[in-house]
Structure formats: C-alpha cells, structure tokens
C-alpha cells in the first residue's frame, strides 16, 4: 500500500541555518505530493504542493522537488526563523482515488535565536 | 469565508459512553474527510464522503466507529462505547471534490477527545 516516511525529530537549529526534512514515499501510479505544517495551538495548513515529477513546491521560502527517480520530496529552506517551529507533514494523495491523505509521522522542528 | 469548524473544541468522557463530534465544511465543498491524529499512530485517515455517500471508509478502526453527513454539509463521527485508545485529535477536512488531481483540503482546528 500507500505510504510515507519522514526523518524523525525533533530538528534543532539556529536561527538563519539551512535546512532539510527528508520526506520519501512509496505508492503505486502517480501520486501528488504535499508538505502541511502545523504550527503551536493551530491547527493543519497546507504548506506547498506537487503533482508530478521534477515539479518544485515552494511557499513561504520553503521548497521541495518531486523526485520520482528517488521516490522522495524534501523540504528545504535556506535559512529558517525562530517563527519556522512547528510540526512538518509530507503526505501524499493518489490522483483518481478519493483523495485521502497519507502522512508521515512528521517532524518536529524548532529554531532558537 | 469562514473555514472548516468542529465542535466540540475538547471533550473528556467516560471509558463505555458514546460521543458525538461535529464539522462544518467549507460552504460548496463536496468532498469531506475525518483523520485521527493520536501520539501512537500519527495522523491517520478514518473516512472519506462524497456529497452525502461514504465511498472509502477503510480507515475507521472498529465497528464502534461510524459517520455520517447529511445535506452535502455536516458531518458527525460518532464512536460507540469510548475505549482508552480512543484518545486523539480528531481532524475534519473539506475540498472542492476529486478532479484528475487532488484539490487541496481545509482542516478544521479538530476536537481532542480523552477517555478517562
């Protein structure tokens, strides 16, 4: 079946540091792919999307490639701030199915100044 | 517009008692999904609606679990005789409906329920 793995946390990083949460997946046909963050007392927000192969999401100075060669999509950004902490999910949702999402187990991030 | 609402916001009952949850969907979202987001097992999905029909309910966890959604809009998940690991956020989320490629979904704020 349908199934996401993400790098487990937390991730600790300075403010302005770069960073990378891995996301790979495994599904059959071709999925879309989604990273939802979910920041403190709040609730799932889309964060960026792709929906198919070598398409670049990006939102907010994150951004993550759809890579079909290495079934991945990692979120990246150049350098985080201390308002960038907050619960990542890479999911990902089968076109002609019912579009329910499949999610990782999310990532916990924090900055500190 | 007003985005997708549950209700209630917390709810502790009793292990063996039923309860109720609610959503509110986005106004002309047709479709609408519940997911369940506990320590244990992360966020996972429960059941899918279409306008007013279920077509995928392969994630609810029990016969204890059930849904439903009238008028196109909101949904009640309720659970029968709460278990202990039945303690979780529950999570709506609504979408324009199911096009060649998913349309992005609308969660509500989700309602944590604990059983005691």
């Known amino acids: 079946g349908n199934s996401v793995t993400q790098m487990e946390g937390p991730v600790t990083l300075s403010e302005e540091a770069f960073l990378t949460i891995n996301c790979t997946y495994t599904?059959?046909?071709?999925?879309?792919l989604f990273w939802y963050v979910q920041y403190p007392g709040e609730g799932l927000q889309l964060l960026l999307k792709a929906t198919k192969a070598d398409d670049k999401g990006s939102n907010k100075g994150f951004e993550a490639t759809y890579r079909k060669e290495t079934t991945s999509f990692h979120l990246e950004k150049g350098s985080v701030q201390v308002s960038d902490s907050a619960v990542y999910f890479c999911a990902l949702s089968s076109s002609g199915n019912t579009g329910k999402l499949i999610f990782g187990q999310g990532t916990t991030l924090q900055v500190k100044p | 517009g007003a985005g997708v609402s549950q209700s209630p916001s917390n709810k502790v009952t009793e292990k063996g008692k039923d309860v109720e949850l609610r959503c509110d969907p986005i106004s002309g979202h047709t479709a609408l999904y519940w997911y369940r987001q506990s320590l244990g097992q992360g966020l996972e999905f429960l059941i899918y609606f279409q306008g007013n029909s279920a077509p995928d309910k392969s994630g609810l966890p029990s016969d204890r679990f059930s849904a439903e959604r009238t008028g196109g809009s909101v949904s009640t998940l309720t659970i029968q005789r709460t278990q202990q690991e039945d303690s979780a956020v529950y999570l709506c989320a609504s979408s324009l409906g199911i096009g060649t490629i998913p349309y992005e979904q609308y969660f509500g704020p989700g309602t944590r329920l604990t059983v005691t």
């Open positions: 599904a059959t046909g071709y999925p879309s």
